[in-house]
Nanobody, 124 residues
C-alpha cells in the first residue's frame, strides 16, 4: 500500500508563491515517477507537472511553464511543486500522483496512486 499526502496549499494573492509538498509512505518504492495534477470547480482534472524517478526528466503544462518547478528528494520520499507568479486561474485542488513506472507521463490514467489533494486559492 502506498499513501500520498499533500501539504502546503492555502490562500495567496496574485503574483505570490506557494510550495506544495507530497510525502510518500508505505511501500514508497512502488511510487516511482510522480506528477502534480489540479482540478478547478466544474472542470476536469488536468496535468500540471511530472518528474521521472531520477529527477532528470521533467514535464510541464504550457500554462505553468516558467512559473512552476517540480522537484523531488528520494531520500525523504518527498516531491515538491514550487509555484511562483500565481494567477487567479491557478486556483484549484492540487493532487500528487505516483506510478510504478520510472518514466513520467502527463496522462491522468497513467498514475497508480493519488493523494487527497490540497486547496490552492489565488485572489486577484
Amino acid at each position: 500500500q502506498v499513501q500520498l499526502v499533500e501539504s502546503g496549499g492555502g490562500l495567496v494573492q496574485a503574483g505570490g508563491s506557494l510550495r506544495l509538498s507530497c510525502s510518500v509512505s508505505g511501500r514508497a518504492g512502488s511510487s516511482r515517477a510522480m506528477g502534480w495534477f489540479r482540478q478547478a470547480p466544474g472542470k476536469e482534472r488536468e496535468f500540471v507537472a511530472a518528474i521521472s524517478w531520477s529527477g532528470v526528466n521533467t514535464y510541464y503544462a504550457d500554462s505553468v511553464k516558467g512559473r512552476f518547478t517540480i522537484s523531488r528528494d528520494n531520500a525523504k520520499n518527498t516531491m515538491y511543486l514550487q509555484m511562483n507568479g500565481l494567477k487567479a486561474e491557478d486556483t484549484a485542488v492540487y493532487y500528487c500522483a505516483g506510478r510504478q513506472s520510472l518514466r513520467a507521463t502527463m496522462g491522468t490514467s497513467d498514475y497508480d496512486y493519488w493523494g487527497q489533494g490540497t486547496q490552492v486559492t489565488v485572489s486577484s
